[in-house]
Structure formats: structure tokens, C-alpha cells
């Protein structure tokens, strides 16, 4: 056999496997084809896929047969009970139902870069958006990054730019994604959010190979998303639903979430649910008593993450309304979490919410001592989310309304980050 | 500047191989580009080491690099007009010490200061260095030639994790360009040893070590929080490590060689279906090849020769047996200084001496053990499972399950 000849033998079929695997990437046939019933669990999945993709969201978020809309939150998404939002919207047959994105360690930054993967979504579709004040520790609690990270999320973050050129929050967000390992490790995204971060403007090669990438890795997506498989609805919420009365009404489900609190949280003084009690409460007991004292939530880089986030809604006007989390009050007690800190980061989200224009707030962060309104010690469950149904019901069964928000990039500034609430008022902040 | 750690994710082997193109076209064409062969390897090398805690290492590595160049250039010097016993094992004993100090870090003694010996590759690169002072002891190596040490001492598709080369064998690569038509049929092997890795390491070592070995871990110590001694879970915690442990180092190993290959260096293979040993002496023959070899003629050979030599002890089966422990438990300790690195080292020695054993028995005791096919496939499985158990002990998941619940 000739030289060349042998060369062919041995790089020939690596030609046709890289040709095979070009044309499952590129050949324009559709591979999202998912069926109401995987729809479903995927809105009770909680997968950090879900955040990671955009195959199975913009499946959802176009279903013409439900109204799925998307609630931006992290580990309490997954308490679910029988008051549990999607199990509300499923009994009563709202005009809508939950499509729950993100669980334990998905922060704002996580979710600025989720909203990216769903910007068409975000323009015609209500939100919900659920803020935990636990987010908000003096590094950020982005730990989780890497879990929800990828690479698509920051190609059609960059396909998203305004005439191609970053603003103030693209500019910080690069800065600060550029800071992870698993996105400065990687030379080409590493060059181009350098270029976001100064500022500078995409240029067309830029883009052409923004748009080659965006296709390989969607496919790559749609292939490869379908393989979790779930069976939250079928096991949780629809039997969750069958035990509930057929009319809805406010006093007779409260009375049910006191009693199935009640007995669900029987084995410690706590009103935490049994089984997290014993499985993840009860081994360190000892050591957590007043563990919490110096907890601050008041000082955080988070309050920049949840800017940009802010920033995206404006740039999408969208109608999303804020829910701000409690924590259990008996519990705070006993790890010694200082109420009056906790309150006064409440008092922060809260003015950065309402000064540019976001009014609609369900903030539940002082009923965290109601009985039953707690389902363990930092998530709400029963009467907690019959209370927060209050807000939800009303506002995401009614029309889409205009949005007038007024965004301010001071919000991204260490000024803001830094600013202590009980030396100086935070309605003096401009 | 980025980092790349070696063959972490697909895109590294894009930057590599596209790097490695001009080298590959000399070779063809019967050049070897030395120059550009030492820029790439560096390059990749500082890219390992550009940021964050790694620059440390990298330092570390440079240091070490100059000590081991001037013992191996100081040795090979003095060997050319004496050969003192004395003078050898000094020599060996001060290139085996930044590792020594380096383990010692590991077990706590002075961890601050000593662990800035310490760099990925290390102990791969002790066995480069040291091994040439023995083969220098041995007459094998005879010149000392600055550019080829630092060729063979900073390869770079082996500098993480071997496999283990011998400095005779890589400078007769590293001498000249292979011929074509071998070099061709080493591309090919390249080609197919590249694929395979992929198979090995990003698919079945992430299943079983991302996947499988993770969840078992947990529900073991979730028996673990009930105070439980011994869980029914280990069991398949050692079958998931197992897995786990084989694919991700069979599949770094393939990787390393392609890469090597395609440099045009035939480095040592490292596994030849390890889990099919018929008995633990096999299974040595056949898992990670590079390093017991390295062992087998170092360690093992040199004190039976010494024991036998000096008449210290007459039985060669008791020296043997003495052979392998000290050979076992260095190996052990080359891993690290704790106590399942130490009872792997001593499960494995326990299992050759038995082994002997049973041959010598049944080797006198003719006719009475039975032979075929049965009694082989169930040797195979007791072997395999006999390593899984070491495996088991290996990973240091007893130590978290026990002492650190």
C-alpha cells in the first residue's frame, strides 16, 4: 500500500465522523419535539438543564395549549406541597401555570444569564422573580455557578446586545463572569467578554461566528436536554391536587395548610418538616445554635447581580413581580440570625426595586413567624404559599400591563453593593 | 492568558494537535524540528501553570527541574571515573527528596512551607530523574547531554501522569525522525488510541466518576450518619471507583501516548486489559505497566540482587516475599503518607507472597488442583475482585466513611 493511501486509511474515517457530526449540527430539520406530558415535569423539574438550555424553555414558553410562565427563584421552587403554586394553578385550572426555573445556589448572575436563552419570552410573557435576602452575603453565594453555566448562555447574551455594543450592566456582568474558571479557562469567550467588559463594540466576525456557534451548541442542546427524566407532576403535584376541595376557597385551603403543617413538623419545636428535621437539621443541631449571629445581608456584591437582572426586565418590559422570602422565625432564633439586619436588606431590595419603577412586590419576609408558614427553615411551604397565592392569582390572571421602569446604573456600583443600611438611610442613595 | 490543564476538555486537544501540525510535517519529511518540539512543550507546559495557585507549581517546577539537572549532570560526570556504592545512593536518595518532602506536606508535617515543593507531576517526573541516575549507575547511560535531558525531563504529553519513560529509550526517539512508513503506522495508532481515550474519559469515566461513583458515595454515608460501621453500599462504591479509576487513567494514558506518537516518541504503554488478570502478579503486568515496571526493575529486582548478592538471606522464596513488601510499600508510600495508601501497598504485597505460595503448593502437589477453563474464569474474578477490594481501601472513601462521617 502507497504512503498516501495508508494516510487515507487512517484520516478518512476521522473526515467522515467530523462530516456525520457537522451535518447533525447544521442540517436545519427540528429535534425539539416535546410532548405535553414532558412539558409538564419539566415545569416541577428543577434541573439546572433547564437553566443551562434553551430548547425545552422556548418549547414551553411557546406551548399553545398552556400558558407556562416562568418563575425565576432557586431552592425553595422545589417545596411542594399542597398549597405549592403549581399545584394551585393545576387544581383550580388557572389561566396559567408555573414553569419553575433554577434550585439550590441559582442566583441573580445565574439568572441573568438564563433570561438571555428566553428574551422573546420575557418581552410577551409575564414573571414571576423570587428573591432570597440569603443570596445576599458579602461575596454572593454564586458557588452554583458552575452548575448552571453555559457556554449558550453567553452567545445569545452576546447575540442580545443593542446594536452590538454593551451597556453599563453587559460591561459589569462580563467582568464579573469573566472571573469564573470555567469561562476564563475558555480563549474565545474569554476574548470576547474581554472586549464586553471595555466596552468595546462586536465586530461582524464576531458575530458570524457567534451565529455558527450559537447553532452548534443549540443542537447540541436540543440533543442532549431530553435525556433527564423526571416524575415530579405525576407524583407530587397531581395527587396533591386530587386531595384538594373542588372550589377554591382562601379559609377552607388555610385550614388545610395549618393542619398538614401541623402534622408534618411534629418532631421538633421548630415547625421544620419532619423529614428535614432528621435528615439535615437534626445531626448538627448543636453546633448551629447561634451560628447565625453575624450573618450580614445587607452588604453583597448580589445587589449588582440583581441589578442587571433588573436591567434586563427594563430592556424587555417585561410585567414580573418581586416575591421576597422570610425565614423560619423560630429557627433565626435559636441560630441567633439578626431580625433587624434581615429586615433592613429587605429594606434595600426592596428601594432598589420601587426607585426604578418595579411595584409589583409580594414581600413576605415578616410573616416568617405565622405558624405553618414556614416549611423548613429558610423556605416557605402551606399557609406560606396560600398567602403568597394571594399576589400571584390576581396579577398573573390579569392582562399584561405597560411597564414604565427607570433604570439606574448606580444600582451596579460598589457605592451600592457597600452601602449599610442601618449608618445610612437607603432613600438617600440616587 | 487562559489555562489549560492536560487533556481536561475537547478544546485542549484543538489548540494541541493544531500546535503539534508543523512537527508532524517535518517528521513525515524525516525532520525533527528540535527547536520547535521544545517551544510547544514549554508553551504548553506554562499554560498548566499561568495562573492563580498554579503559578507556585510552576515555580516549583522550575526549581526542581535545575536541582534534578544538576544531580543527574553531577552524577553522570562522576560515574564516567568511579562508581562508589555510596556516592550512588546519595545521589538517589537527594532526587527522591523534594517528593519525600512533598508527601510529608501531604501527612501535615510542616504543610506551609513544603508544599511549595509540590507541582502537578511531581512523582511522575521523580521516576524520569531518578531512574536515569540508576540507569547512569548502570552503565546505560553514559553522556550527559543538557538539551536531551530537559527534552525527556520536561515531556509534556507525559508530564502530568506518565506514562513512565526511560531516558535510553526516549533519547533513541528523540535522536532521530522514524521512518516514514513507521511513523505513518504510529499516526495511525494515534488516531486510534485518541478515539478510544474519548470513549474512555469523557463518556465512561464521567458516567462512572461524575455519575454513579458520587451517588453511592452518599447513600453510604448517609449509613455513615446513622452510625452505621459498615454499609452494604460500599459495595458498589468500590465497583463504581473501580470503573471510575480504570477508564479515567486508561483513557488519560491513550491520550498521552496519541499525543506522544504524533511527536514521534513510542512511549510505554501503561494497560493491557488489567481486569482479565488471572492472578494479582498478572494484573501488575498488565495495569498501569509504565509505573510497576519501573518498580519491577528498580525497586524489586535491585533488592532481591542485593539480598541474594550479599548473602543476607539464603531463601529465595523468603527474599521474594521480603521483595515484595518493601517493593509494594514504597509504592504505597509514593502515593502519599496516609494509612490507606500504606494497607493498599500491603494488601497487594500480601496477595504476590500468597500467590507464590499457591503456585509452589500446587506445583508439588500435582493432579490435585483441577485446570480448565471453569477454574480460570474464576481466578479472573477472584483477581478482580481482590483489586476492587484494594481499590475500595485506594480511594480513601473508608477514611472519610469512618473518621470523618
Redesign the interface.
Known sequence: MS?KK??W???GP?LVAFGLLALVFLLPFSLTNYSQKSLQESSVSFSNQLVKGEAVKNAAFADKKVNYVPFFGSSELSRIDSLHPSVLAEKYHRNYQPFMLGKAGSDSLVHFLNMQEMQGTLKTKKAVYVVSPQWFTKTGSDAGFDLFYSPLQVVDWLLNLDQNKPRATDQFVASQVLQR?VV????YY?RLLTKVEKGEQLSETNLSTLRLKHRILSRQDALFSRFEKTSNYQNRVLPAAKSLPTTYSKNVLDRIGYDEGKKGTSNNPFHIKNSFYT?RVM?EKKALKGAQKDYDYTQSVEYAYFQSVLDNFAKNHTDVMFVITPVNQRWAKYTGLNNTMYQQSVQKIKYQLQSQGFNNIADLSQDGGEDYFMQDTIHVGWRGWLALDQYLNPFLSSAKTETNYQINNRFLSKDWQNLKPSQQSVESFQ | M???QPYADP?YFV?LLLALVPLAVGLYFGKRFVTYEILVSLAFIFLIFDEGHYVNQGVALIIYSIWQFCLAWGYITYRKKYNNGLVFYGTVALSILPIILVRLSGAGIFHTQLSLLGFLGISYLTFRSTGMIIEARDGAVKNFHPVMFLRFMLFMPTLSSGPIDRYSRFAKDAAVAPE??HY?DM??NA?KKL?LGFVYKFILSYYFGQMVYPYFQSMAM?DA?HGMILSWWLIPVAYSYGMYLFFDFAGYSLFALAISYVMGIESPINFNKPYGSKNIKEFWNRWHMSLSFWFRDFVFMRFVFLMLKKKWIKNRNTVSTIAYFVNMLVMGLWHGLTWYYVLYGLMHASGMALNDAWIRFKRKHKGLVPHNKFTEGFAVVLTFHFVLLTFLVFCGFLDTFWFHR
Request: aromatic share 10%; glycine share 4%.
Open positions: 504512503n495508508k494516510l486509511r487512517i484520516f476521522v474558571s476564563k479557562n475558555n480563549a474569554n435528615t445531626a | 487562559p489555562n489549560l478544546n489548540y516514514r512508513s505513518i499516526l495511525g488516531t478515539f448517609s450518619h
